[in-house]
């Protein structure tokens, strides 16, 4: 199968590291004493400013302008973090440090419905994501990306299409050191096709063997293999803030690139999260970390986004936050279907995880409870506290599986047993009960120095009030265990 990579060009990169923001804002660079402008957003160009700029200038124009120095370690990190979320497409993912990525798609096409339709899923995911991107298609990494470096927007399939389009590219469009341009330039040469229009031999004398190499490889001429990414075992992702903030909104603005970014990285691995942590950053302050948890592996960005919210809702800021973060290091594989709430059956009927999950976000994991059947017959000590929705591996639950038979049991148990009076033998409770089914018979309990010896009853009041009573062997007293409702 012959090669077919889709460039990605990410022209304002180190802009974007930074989140979006509608104030006026630039990323510097240069000496502290003569910085620059390096790269700026819509709003500082309606003042008048722009890339290569003096710093002081663009002030001049602009008192609001907001600036931060480039951060490549955060271009570094935004384009792994990109790396991870475009294997949802390919597995064959090459880094272009600081400027973009290369995906190898001639075996997913097909999946995600032909070539145009992939690009177009990628380029919407970026723009999801807040990023501006260049996108090409050819069949060599290196003839794409030098399209897409240059601002075309292209499908091409043919390497004859594609050396054509490469021979009408200003020689300024290639990647090759200024010397060799101006060489070149000096003989009159503008365009590619100009230097294959010359003798190979006489001119590699003048510019050099490797300029030639360069061009074989972008025509589809010579191999041009690529290293691919390898992921990490964990998603860590980051994002810098244009300026410090201190309010919800514009967290989860900020959170939800991130989210999308994991997104990818769940669909690739076919996978979904259940363990995640936000991390905000404070200038000079320690990190604020919150966990978030959900009962089954989930992938879907706005319910990821709904937990986050309530979290940061109930979350105070001991300051205000200049980074955020994201972290994941299990991806355990979800579920095709949902499980009943009270049978652990699969059914096709969501049940309550995602309404447990917004509550414990929003009131705090000790702030929701379960019940959980324990393996003990007395009914005070059958039932313990645990976590909504345990599962098996944390004994609650489905280590003390219910019976088959189901023995008539009142919805309302009190907490411990309490005594009744009786009269004549019998038991009485504002007036006589009279025993209308049983006895059932209880004995457990030896083993903890709690042993009880128990004759269960159903009895009903003059009322026709139902209740749940036994009578102690030993000591032949009754007592009250539960009303039915």
């Known amino acids: 199968m012959s090669c077919l990579w889709l460039s990605i060009y990410l022209p ?156 009408r590219l200003p020689l300024n469009g290639l990647e090759v050191k200024p010397e060799t341009i101006a060489a070149l330039r000096g003989m009159g040469l503008r365009r590619v096709g100009d230097v294959l229009r010359q003798s190979r031999s006489a001119l590699a004398r003048r510019v050099g063997p490797e300029f030639y190499d360069y061009l074989d490889r972008a025509m589809g001429l010579r191999a041009d293999p690529r290293r691919p990414f390898e992921p990490p075992p964990r998603f860590d992702g980051r994002l810098p803030l244009p300026t410090e903030v201190d309010n919800t909104d514009a967290l989860l603005f900020a959170a939800r690139r991130l989210v999308l970014e994991l997104i990818g990285l769940l669909r690739a691995k076919g996978a979904g999260v259940q363990d995640m942590r936000l991390i905000l950053e404070h200038r000079g302050r320690p990190e604020s970390e919150l966990p978030i948890g959900l009962r089954r592996p989930s992938r879907d960005a706005d319910h990821l986004l709904a937990l986050i919210r309530e979290r940061l809702e109930r979350f105070e800021l001991p300051a205000p936050t200049d980074a955020i973060g994201l972290h994941a290091d299990r991806f355990p594989e979800r579920e095709s279907e949902h499980d009943d709430l009270f049978t652990g059956e699969q059914t096709g009927i969501p049940d309550a995880s995602v309404w447990l999950e917004k509550l414990r976000a929003r009131l705090g994991d000790n702030a929701v409870g379960g019940l959980g059947p324990a393996a003990d017959h007395r009914p005070e000590k059958a039932w313990r506290p645990c976590p909504p929705g345990q599962d098996e591996t944390a004994g609650c639950i489905h280590n003390a599986p219910l019976p088959t038979a189901k023995p008539l049991r009142p919805l309302w148990l009190f907490p411990e047993p309490k005594p009744l009076e009786q009269r004549n033998g019998q038991p009485w409770l504002k007036g006589e009960l009279h025993l209308i089914r049983g006895p059932e018979r209880i004995e457990t309990g030896w083993w903890d120095g709690e042993d009880a010896a128990r004759d269960y009853f159903v009895a009903a009041d003059a009322h026709g009030e139902h209740f749940w009573i036994f009578r102690e062997r030993r000591n032949q007293g009754w007592f009250l265990q539960g009303v039915f409702a």
């Not at 880094?95 to 290369?102: D, F, K």
């Not at 991107?133 to 794409?144: I, N, W």
């Open 12 to 167: 304002n990169l180190a802009l974007e590291v930074f989140g979006d923001t509608e104030t006026p804002f630039a990323v510097r660079t240069g000496p502290d004493n003569r910085p620059v402008v390096h790269v700026c957003n819509a709003a500082a160009e309606e003042h008048g400013i722009h890339p290569g700029q003096p710093l002081g200038a663009a002030l001049a124009l602009c008192h609001t302008l907001l600036t931060r120095e480039r951060d490549r370690a955060a271009e570094h990190q935004a384009l792994n973090a990109l790396a991870l979320w475009s294997q949802q497409f390919t597995p064959l993912v090459h880094i272009r440090p600081h400027e973009g990525l290369m995906l190898e798609v001639a075996g997913s096409r097909k999946l995600f419905g032909g070539l145009a339709a992939l690009r177009d899923g990628v380029a919407e995911g970026l723009q999801d994501m807040g990023y501006r991107a260049h996108l090409t298609a050819a069949p060599t990494p290196l003839g794409g990306w030098l399209l897409a470096k240059n601002g075309a927007e292209l499908l091409i399939e043919e390497r004859d299409r594609l050396q054509d389009i490469l021979q």
